[in-house]
Nanobody
Framework: QVQLVESGGGLVQAGGSLRLSCAAS????????MGWFRRCPGKEREFVAR????????DYANFAKGRFTVSRDSAKNTVYLQMNSLKPEDTAVYYC??????????????WGQGTQVTVSS
């Protein structure tokens, strides 16, 4: 059973930084993708960033480019989201997710419980 546990959320002033962590457990990971999503107040959940477990290839939402960095530590089975230059509109619950390959695509199959990030102005 795959489990994803996020940590690192909190309250930060605009312009500040936070680093979120997502510890994955339950099996050995190789072909999966790990991702970060967020749900801002009153909005739908949206994609933030993702990284391939094996090669470390990354992809970002436009709002995250240049400010957020996703990385992974394979030895610790942990994925990180470094968030810099935070803005009040980054306030959201941030979720870690794991996608498994399905045919020629990927399916986001496992989700963490979420961690709250609040950015004050």
């Amino acid at each position: 059973q795959v489990q994803l546990v996020e940590s690192g959320g909190g309250l930060v002033q605009a312009g500040g930084s936070l680093r979120l962590s997502c510890a994955a457990s339950g099996r050995t990971f190789s072909s999966e993708r790990m991702g970060w999503f967020r749900r801002c107040p009153g909005k739908e959940r949206e994609f933030v960033a993702r990284i391939t477990w094996s090669a470390g290839t990354t992809d970002y939402a436009n709002f995250a480019k240049g400010r957020f960095t996703v990385s992974r530590d394979s030895a610790k089975n942990t994925v990180y989201l470094q968030m810099n230059s935070l803005k009040p509109e980054d306030t959201a619950v941030y979720y870690c997710a794991l996608a498994e390959p399905v045919l020629s695509s990927y399916t986001w199959r496992y989700w963490g419980q979420g961690t709250q990030v609040t950015v004050s102005s």
